[in-house]
DNA sequence: GTCTATAATTTGATAGAC
DNA sequence: GTCTATCAAATTATAGAC
């Protein structure tokens, strides 16, 4: 069937383009290197998605598909916030070792194209999900369970202590002076670790 | 006199240079921009510093050698552990909200060649820093004034909590539907706050 | 839909005059 | 040391056969 085959070239294509782009970035991926990865020849990729621009953008596109709704999925549980805190920093730090390289390609297009987002994240990321988030910490102030502390402060203190020794281990690895393994057995204990390190801090 | 002018042009570039590739990375900058920016002719660019590879290398050991000395500064102290945590994150955010673009710049470079630290970082940050604090924690933790922590660890949540959130602001400031102002805002109480978290944390 | 061949442009680098 | 002019290579994009 012809669209069988239409689908399955196109998906080797964004497959590979994923690959290239999220290593090499917009301007030192080189198209060649796609197809070549996707098995199929050069012409094949401007056949489906005209320009080296726009396959950009649909790998963008599938990362911040990719990456939003992990976030929002945890929130949007009726758990205790610490629980959700447990939850999180153990998923999300197992979920962002296997695609380690895609905060830095989210985080590096965002500086080139700030625009770009506005389009991509607004319906994964709402107002309701930032509300909610909002309003039980406001509870929890109020029975006295946690110290007075902004949702803000905390959800950027959260991701922060998942995502960046991560994302940052090729440096990390020599200022700490460790090898890969070493490494990411550190990586590893932090999924138990950040969570009891962030309770610790907001805890009456 | 000859002298002068040498390094004024050598120095103009190297700048130029700075400007553009910590912004727009190797693969991004175009020379001839590197040359309008010094407000000097492509071909100086290749006088100076050969080439394009060699100009960039120079911009990435300025960029270690700016940034590697501010860590250590303040972990060789001879204060209190609490009271480096208060100096580090105070100054330390302060810093990087000034360079924003220089920590990306590295950790970039670091993904596409993690050779070229071994030749630049290891005499700014040598084993007598790290043993410092690694004897320091394992002191206050004999004492029961914090609990029993890694040096590792704590180290990875200071500074992912201080520069994490600075070098995100363009995808936070969407997530948290804040404006720019907003965002620097919650950078500037993160001086202190973060801090206030870390010790919350660690200590009994 | 897929391929080969090639056009069109960009860009790092150099030659050579001053 | 500095500039203009130009080369040579790389790279995106397209034309056209099958």
Same mark, same amino acid.
């Given at each position: 069937?012809t669209k069988?085959?239409?689908?399955?070239?196109?998906?080797?294509?964004l497959?590979?383009?994923?690959d290239?782009f999220?290593?090499?970035g917009?301007?030192?991926a080189?198209m060649?290197?796609i197809?070549?990865?996707?098995g199929?020849?050069?012409?094949?990729?401007h056949?489906?998605?005209?320009?080296? $621009?726009?396959l950009?953008e649909a790998v963008?596109k599938?990362?911040i598909?990719?990456? *939003?709704?992990?976030?929002?999925?945890i929130?949007n549980?009726?758990e205790?916030?610490f629980?959700?805190?447990?939850?999180?920093?153990?998923?999300? &730090?197992?979920?962002i070792s296997k695609?380690s390289?895609?905060?830095l390609f989210?985080?590096?297009? #965002?500086?080139?194209?700030p625009?770009?987002?506005k389009t991509t994240l607004?319906?994964?990321?709402?107002v309701?999900?930032r509300?909610? #988030?909002?309003?039980?910490?406001? &509870?929890? &102030? $109020?029975n006295k369970?946690i110290?007075?502390i902004s *949702?803000e $402060?905390?959800? #950027?203190?959260v991701?922060?202590?998942?995502?960046?020794?991560?994302i940052?281990?090729?440096l990390?690895t020599? &200022?700490l002076d460790?090898n890969?393994k $070493?490494?990411?057995e550190?990586i590893?204990?932090?999924k138990?670790?950040? *969570?009891?390190?962030?309770i610790?801090?907001?805890k009456?």
């Amino acid at each position: 069937m012809t669209k069988n085959k239409e689908n399955n070239t196109e998906a080797l294509i964004l497959d590979a383009a994923k690959d290239i782009f999220q290593h090499k970035g917009m301007e030192g991926a080189r198209m060649q290197e796609i197809a070549d990865k996707a098995g199929i020849n050069k012409a094949m990729l401007h056949y489906y998605y005209r320009s080296k $621009q726009k396959l950009f953008e649909a790998v963008f596109k599938s990362a911040i598909n990719l990456m *939003a709704p992990k976030v929002v999925e945890i929130i949007n549980t009726e758990e205790h916030l610490f629980d959700k805190i447990r939850n999180f920093t153990d998923k999300y &730090i197992t979920f962002i070792s296997k695609h380690s390289y895609i905060p830095l390609f989210i985080i590096n297009e #965002l500086r080139r194209n700030p625009e770009i987002l506005k389009t991509t994240l607004d319906h994964n990321f709402d107002v309701s999900v930032r509300d909610k #988030l909002r309003e039980e910490i406001a &509870i929890l &102030i $109020q029975n006295k369970e946690i110290k007075p502390i902004s *949702a803000e $402060q905390l959800f #950027l203190d959260v991701i922060s202590l998942c995502v960046f020794p991560i994302i940052t281990k090729p440096l990390m690895t020599v &200022i700490l002076d460790k090898n890969n393994k $070493q490494y990411d057995e550190i990586i590893t204990q932090r999924k138990k670790y950040v *969570a009891d390190f962030i309770i610790n801090a907001i805890k009456y």
